[in-house]
């Protein structure tokens, strides 16, 4: 069985929330259920993450529950080729020149405006 200290120093991703409702911030780790805590700003939200992820992970330890490991975001290079109609790719790069940016730039834009749209209508 693993101890604590090969968990602790993994790179779990932590999500950082502002409380709308009760101010402050919420901070979760996905990879590890139930693992959240709050702060008033940002720098002690993340304090407090790092304490609650190292209480979580000693619980689970404790308690004999799997605990997940980080994905390893060196899977992901960043690029990847895509095969577009001409119209299409036209259209891409008229709009990119409009707004005076590569088109690499617009189409990240348009790809993360999507996103974004996407997870607002989820919540």
Same mark, same amino acid.
């Given at each position: 069985?693993?101890?604590? /200290?090969?968990?602790?120093?993994?790179?779990?991703?932590?999500?950082?929330?502002?409380?709308?409702? !009760?101010?402050?911030?919420?901070?979760?780790?996905?990879?590890?259920?139930? #693992?959240?805590?709050?702060?008033?700003?940002?720098?002690?939200?993340?304090?407090?993450?790092?304490?609650?992820?190292?209480?979580?992970?000693?619980?689970?330890?404790? /308690?004999?529950?799997?605990?997940?490991?980080? !994905?390893?975001?060196?899977?992901?290079?960043?690029?990847?080729?895509?095969?577009?109609?001409?119209? %299409?790719? *036209?259209? %891409?790069?008229?709009?990119? &020149? *409009?707004?005076?940016?590569?088109?690499?730039?617009? #189409?990240?834009?348009? %790809?993360? *405006?999507?996103?974004?749209?996407?997870?607002? &209508?989820?919540?």
């Amino acid at each position: 069985m693993k101890k604590i /200290e090969d968990y602790v120093d993994l790179p779990y991703k932590m999500e950082i929330v502002k409380d709308l409702d !009760e101010g402050g911030y919420v901070v979760s780790f996905p990879d590890l259920p139930g #693992c959240l805590t709050v702060g008033e700003t940002i720098e002690e939200a993340i304090k407090n993450a790092e304490d609650a992820k190292r209480t979580w992970l000693e619980a689970a330890i404790e /308690e004999q529950i799997e605990i997940s490991i980080p !994905e390893n975001k060196e899977k992901y290079s960043g690029q990847f080729k895509l095969r577009i109609p001409k119209s %299409l790719h *036209r259209i %891409l790069a008229e709009q990119s &020149k *409009r707004e005076g940016i590569s088109m690499n730039q617009y #189409c990240v834009y348009l %790809l993360s *405006r999507n996103i974004a749209l996407s997870t607002n &209508k989820l919540n």
